[in-house]
């Protein structure tokens, strides 16, 4: 049977991600492709825009946290995005430099697999 409150959550946690993403595809887009900067360092500075901007959305909307542990909770979001990260170049690596597909099929392919371990990790460790 489907938990429906655990469903929406996953919900609202992937529209949150989605504008992450779009987020995090715009900065490394501009950085990489209109400021020629290292397309890892461009993808990591996305990412962690993008993780910070859902934390604050993640808190307040899918999880609606009250918790007044702010910084640690935000540190928690982030130690999980920042491991999120490392799976996330893993997986562009892999797929783009090793396997040669197209980077940014590759980083799509890294933020659906990153979508799940990020909320699987925030719903147990951080807003649990």
């Not at 959305?57 to 542990?69: C, D, G, K, P």
């Not at 910084?71 to 170049?89: D, H, K, M, Q, W």
Request: charged letters at 15%; glycine letters at 6%.
């Amino acid at each position: 049977m489907i938990d429906i409150p655990f469903l929406l959550k996953f919900l609202k946690f992937c529209a949150v991600g989605f504008s992450g993403m779009v987020l995090d595809f715009g900065t490394t887009w501009t950085m990489k492709e209109k400021l020629k900067i290292n397309k890892y360092i461009a993808n990591s500075c996305g990412f962690i825009l993008a993780a910070s901007s859902n934390y604050i959305l993640n808190r307040v909307w899918t999880f609606e946290s009250h918790r007044t542990q702010i910084v640690s909770e935000y540190f928690s979001f982030v130690g999980i995005s920042v491991a999120g990260l490392a799976l996330n170049n893993l997986i562009v690596y892999i797929f783009s430099d090793k396997l040669k597909w197209n980077f940014y099929l590759s980083k799509f392919f890294a933020i659906v697999v990153v979508t799940m371990w990020n909320f699987g990790m925030n719903f147990i460790f951080t807003f649990k």
